[in-house]
Nanobody, 120 residues
Framework: QVQVVESGGGLVQPGGSLRLSCAAS????????MGWYRQVPGKERELVAR??????DYADSVKGRFTISKDNAKNTGYLQMNSLKSEDTAVYFC???????????????WGQGTPVTVSS
């Protein structure tokens, strides 16, 4: 009924920038929260940033460099990543808490991930 699709990943040099997008589609009444997570092989998935109706929060490792935002009209979230470092290399996943239209039910949806490689 609802899905999210990430885009915008790729290869970037250290110090560079990328903007990731997370587009939600389907029977969406509202997106109550959206988050970005990342994972590297052999490690657990970790939270990067989350955005709620009341604000947002960030992992300490990305504070001041990454900015999360959401366009409610487009049902799309964004992660602007600046001053990228090699340690930011990972697969980035979008997570959305979506209230499904007509059901009064909130579901948690994960995207398939988009890879980000920071290398010279």
């Amino acid at each position: 009924q609802v899905q999210v699709v990430e885009s915008g990943g790729g290869l970037v040099q250290p110090g560079g920038s990328l903007r990731l997008s997370c587009a939600a589609s389907g029977r969406i009444f509202s997106i109550n929260a959206m988050g970005w997570y990342r994972q590297v092989p052999g490690k657990e998935r970790e939270l990067v940033a989350r955005i709620f109706s009341t604000g947002s929060d960030y992992a300490d490792s990305v504070k001041g460099r990454f900015t999360i935002s959401k366009d409610n009209a487009k049902n799309t979230g964004y992660l602007q990543m600046n001053s990228l470092k090699s340690e930011d290399t990972a697969v980035y996943f979008c997570n959305a808490q979506v209230e499904v239209h007509g059901t009064y039910t909130t579901v948690e949806i994960w995207g398939q991930g988009t890879p980000v490689t920071v290398s010279s």
